[in-house]
Structures are given as C-alpha cells and as structure tokens.
C-alpha cells in the first residue's frame, strides 16, 4: 500500500508500505474512504515534536472494513465505519466511565494517512453506520473522528449550558467545530478570537455571534468589554500555546469554566493564580468514542455540518502539499482522497 512517512521537519514523503496485518484478535483493517491533515501534524511538520526516526502519519479516518479479527463481532466485512484517534476497548472501568481515551488499553492510531489502516481495539473503537452513507457525508463524518469530537469534547468540559456566553480561542479546525459544539449545546452568545477573515466567516456561518481579532492581553480585554467586565461563562481552548491557555483562564469568570484541547505546548499553569481565579479547568485527548453515536446522526441528519472545515481536497499523493499549505495558512484543513 502507499501511505504518508514523516521523515524530518518538513519532510513528508509519500512511499510504498507493507500492507497492515491482523496483529490481535481484536484488530480490524480498513480501506480508507478519505483520510486528511491534523492542525496537530504540524508539530511534527514544524519541529516542535521530535521526529528521531521516519515514520507514518495521521490519526484520522473514516474507511470500509476490509477484515476483522477473530475477536470482532461489532463490525464486519464490507460495512463503512468511524472510528478515534484515540482507541478504547469500551469496557474497562475508564471507558465504563465515559473516558475512552483514557483507556487501560489505549493506543493512539498514527497510521491513517494511507490506503489501508489496521485498527487496533476494533470492537470497541469502530461505529458502522446502517447503510454506506453518500459521499457528500464522508468529509463530516471524518470530522467527527477527531476535530469535531474533540471541539464537542472542549464544550462539554467547559460546562456549556442554554443560555450562557461561550469563548472560542483559537480558528482552526478544531476551534470551528467548538463553535458548533457550542451552538449545539445551547450558547446563547458563542465569541470567537479570529484574526482571518475567511475563518471569520465560517465561525458565524457555524454560530458565532461575535468575533474578537485581539490576543494576549488585549484580547482579554475585549472579552472582559463584551461580557460587561465579568468574563465568560465557558472558554473553549483550541489552540495548545502558552499565550492562548493564559488568554483563556483570563477570559473566563469567576466559577466559569474551561476547557483545553490543544496539545499543550510549553504550557504552564500559575497555581496561585488558578487557585484565586475560581475557574475550573479540565482537557486532555478528547473521548470522542463517547460522541461517535451522537455525532455521527447529527452529520447524516443534516443538522451539522463540520466537513466544512475542510476547504483543500487533494489526492493522498499530495499529502505534503496538505501539511504546505496548512502550514502557511492557505488552508484550515486539507481532506485526502486515496
């Protein structure tokens, strides 16, 4: 099969690999139907994540299973399915709980940028539809394997309730979904921290109602005017900088809340100053196996539609024009096609 190998920063190459294998009893492959570029690729694409030596990419996916193992009974040959970048057996005490990506038999899937993809935890990872869904949906449904879920993930943790003031920081993929999400769980006012125009759009298109250019300081500033001095009630934190989690604690409200789901990257959190903030703070890798069911009707009903991040299609053999132009921000999110 072809797949994506990273082999330095900036070096993405598309080559030749062995055809994944049923490993365990509970694995599964799948033919992808379309796979894309993570806004979290980049840390390795940028140097920010070490790569010591050359391997695949990509952790989102949505595909046909091909075959499953002796174990799998949750799915079978020839059906359509999404799936996590996180992979969970969903029974453990974690997955019991609702953490799947917290689970005692997790594995992080880094192979997805390719034809084929052995799934491992196939029987708790994997959600068939009932019938193979148009094309037209596969972008959405791809979203909701990653960059959707995890922006519903960062609107659960930051508590968002009808009625309230939601902050987005951040416009990425991840940060546009969030504003779904929270338009879906009934914000009122959903504020989204965007310097580009293009995104800008798209962020109301998806709900929200106000738009903040600023950052750092003035950016918590502008929040502070919008919400009368107060802050918000939930902050949504997409990006993983020390500049944008700093914004974020500082733009919520006494006993607001918030939720972080980019990458921490350098980030550091002042105790003293959380301790007498009375903000609540809660992230990490997203449970988006616990929103698989949900979202995926919320795509095929119509009633979301989160494959519009996706504004560059290319074929997978042009994966590196993907991570380019992503990069240089000529694209929110780049959908491959194999």
Known sequence: MRGAVIHAPGDIRFETLPDPKIVDPTDAIIRT??????????????????????????????????????????????????????????????????WQSNCLNRE????????????????????????????????????????????????????????????????????????????????????????????????????????????????????????????ADSVLECVGTAQSMSQALRSARPGGNVGFVGVPHEVAVDGQELFFSHVGLRGGPAPVRRYLPDLIDRVLSGRIDPGRVFDLTLPLDQVAEGYRAMDERRAIKALLKP
């Open 108 to 231: 992080f899937m880094s192979t997805c940028q390719a034809d084929y993809v052995r799934i491992p935890n196939a029987q708790g990872t994997l959600v068939a539809t009932d019938e193979v869904p148009g094309e037209e949906f596969w972008p959405g449904l791809l979203a909701v394997s990653d960059v959707m879920g995890t922006g519903w993930y960062a609107a659960d943790a930051a508590e968002v309730r009808p009625g309230s003031t939601a902050v987005v920081v951040g416009d990425g993929a991840v940060g546009l979904c969030a504003v779904i999400a929270a338009k879906e769980r009934g914000a009122e006012r959903i504020i989204a921290m965007s310097r580009h125009e293009s995104r800008q759009r798209l962020a109301r298109a998806f709900g929200a109602t106000d738009i903040v250019t600023e950052r750092g300081d003035e950016g918590v500033a502008r929040i502070k005017d919008l919400t009368d001095g107060i802050g």
């Open 33 to 98: 139907a379309v796979t894309c570029v993570c806004g979290s690729d980049l840390w390795a694409w940028r140097g920010l994540d070490a790569t010591d030596e050359a391997h695949p990419m990509g952790h989102e996916y949505v595909g046909f299973v091909e075959e499953v193992g002796p174990e799998v009974t949750a799915v079978r040959p020839g059906q359509f399915v999404v799936g996590s970048f996180a992979t969970s057996d969903n029974t453990c005490a974690n997955c019991r709980n609702g």
